[in-house]
């Protein structure tokens, strides 16, 4: 076999593995396995293209040195990095990953330059919005990072006339591109083409920062999970533009499953994408006013952990509602400690998953997979709400939002519509967290002021620790 065979096959190999890693990715069972086939696949990949074109010796060491700096950098990250800092990491990533098909355009326009004295229009477009969409999504993906890390305000920021300086920009960027295209045939402008070329570059750079500044530090989840989808799109673009078909399957993937990803989270949140990228939902501050008793003159029923040791004690069955809290607090593996003291007492322990509880998706499966878990006992949304009304006690814990009934009966709630768990079904509720402050969207419980639920207020570890203390000492 010639290498001119062996390489569409390393490609077509890597292809595939890609596919058969998401596939992978879509279980918790299987999610490790799917990682590695991909990673194996991408091993392929990077070899294969080393024989794919004739690299100039004098150039090998920077390429390996690249790999080197890029791997040891991506082994340390996935060694140091915490589950809780994941969406930050994602962002970095993302934007690399942007950031480097919009190099290979602006090298590719610097080549063509050198090579050829007309641009063609198929390849042109191509590297032309590898430019631009991979832009968008570096600076974008900057911002989001920023966001989360808290070094760029994570308030949606705003001001007069923000959407109209939004839009020029984007405007602004297509008539270069236009301009750009136009030079390439007619040769009819006297600027340098590689100036326009640099310059649509940074207006789309300026682009993602007003794409991204205005969006609440919250939603920036589904912002990344969106500029993954840009990136992916912007992949597969420099993929025409080099003539590598596995950069143009690679890209078409990570386009369309960063597009359904965005969409999921966006219906779980039952909100339109217009409404994450335009609404000021995320600019909501938890600040609120600390409540204690409801319109009607119905009172929070606050409980200590020895109560709410012995109410779990006497059930035959509980679910556990995990949420955000429970990621803050590192507690998982004080919930693991308690379901395992109460499965020793005969007590059936499942845990219901939201699907965008926490704040990136899969987040409460992966910290409770940490914490060895066992997978058959986590539930998504739709199998375990009918369990609710033949449950003793839903233990809610750092979870806000996805249990809030007025997303069921509250037609005037930001979040009505939202599917939620039913845990104001169940025949007790215990909820822990640390005050009267709404979650995420900003907006009172009235699960709280149900009569059948107490509240244990305190940081999520510490409370499950007492509880499983309290328990441990009535045994
Ligand atoms: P949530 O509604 O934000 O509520 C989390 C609760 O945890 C807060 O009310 C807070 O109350 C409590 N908490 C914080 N730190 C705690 C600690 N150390 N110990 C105990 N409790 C603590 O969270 P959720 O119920 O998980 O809902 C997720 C929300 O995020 C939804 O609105 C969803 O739409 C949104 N979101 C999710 C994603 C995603 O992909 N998962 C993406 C974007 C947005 P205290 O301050 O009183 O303790």
């Known amino acids: 076999m010639t290498t001119e065979t062996l390489i569409p096959l390393a490609y077509l190999v890597a292809a595939v593995t890609f596919i058969l890693g998401l596939k992978g990715l879509s279980s918790p069972t299987t999610a490790v396995l799917g990682n590695r086939i991909a990673a194996a696949g991408m091993l392929i990949a990077v070899i294969a293209t080393f024989f794919a074109h004739d690299v100039e010796p004098g150039s090998l060491p920077i390429i390996l040195a690249g790999i080197a700096v890029g791997g040891i950098a991506g082994f340390a990250g996935a060694r140091v990095v915490k589950m809780t800092a994941m969406p930050q990491m ?105 100036v326009i070329v640099a310059a649509t570059a940074a207006l789309a750079l300026v682009f993602g920062v007003a794409l991204v500044m205005p969006i609440g530090g919250a939603d920036m989840p589904v912002v990344i999970s969106l500029l993954n989808a840009y990136t992916g799109l912007a992949v597969a673009m420099a993929g025409f533009t080099l003539g590598n078909q596995l950069l143009i399957v690679a890209g078409t993937l990570v386009g369309a499953s960063g597009t359904i990803l965005t969409r999921l989270m966006s219906k779980a949140m039952n909100r339109s994408l ?97 914490a060895n878990v066992p997978y058959d006992r986590l539930f998504d949304m739709e199998q375990i709400n009918p369990e609710f009304p033949r449950t003793d006690v839903a233990l809610v814990i750092g979870a806000n939002d996805v249990t809030n009934p007025a997303a069921r009966s509250n037609p005037g709630s930001p979040i009505y519509g939202m599917p939620i768990l039913d845990v104001d079904k169940a025949q007790n509720v215990i909820v822990i967290k640390r005050s009267m402050k709404p979650g995420f969207a900003g907006i009172d419980n009235d699960l709280y002021l149900d009569p059948k639920t107490a509240m244990l207020f305190g940081d999520a570890k510490e409370a499950v620790g007492k509880v499983v203390a309290e328990l441990k000492r009535a045994a």
């Open 90 to 194: 994602v962002a970095l990533f993302n934007g690399a990953g942007g950031g480097a098909a919009a190099l290979v355009a602006l090298l590719e326009f610097a080549r063509q330059q050198l090579f050829s004295d007309e641009l063609e229009l198929g390849p042109t477009l191509a590297t032309l919005l590898a430019l631009v969409i991979g832009s968008v999504s570096f600076s974008g993906s900057a911002i989001a990072f920023g966001k989360l890390q808290g070094i760029v305000t994570p308030r949606a920021f705003r001001y007069p006339g923000q959407q109209v300086v939004t839009g020029l920009l984007v405007a602004a960027t297509v008539a270069l591109a236009v301009v750009l295209l136009a030079a390439g045939f007619t040769g009819a402008i006297a600027a340098d083409p590689l």
């Open 274 to 370: 217009a409404n994450v990228l335009f609404g000021a939902f995320g600019a909501a501050t938890s600040a609120g006013a600390v409540a204690t008793a409801g319109d009607d003159g119905r009172s929070i029923r606050s409980i200590g952990a020895e109560d709410a040791a012995i109410l779990l004690g006497y059930a035959q069955n509980v679910i556990v509602v995990p949420g955000y809290g429970m990621a803050v607090a590192q507690a998982q593996h004080n919930v693991r400690e308690l379901a395992d003291v109460l499965e020793a007492k005969g007590i059936t322990v499942k845990y219901a998953i939201h699907p965008v509880a926490g704040r990136m998706p899969g987040h409460m499966n992966v910290l409770l997979a940490e």
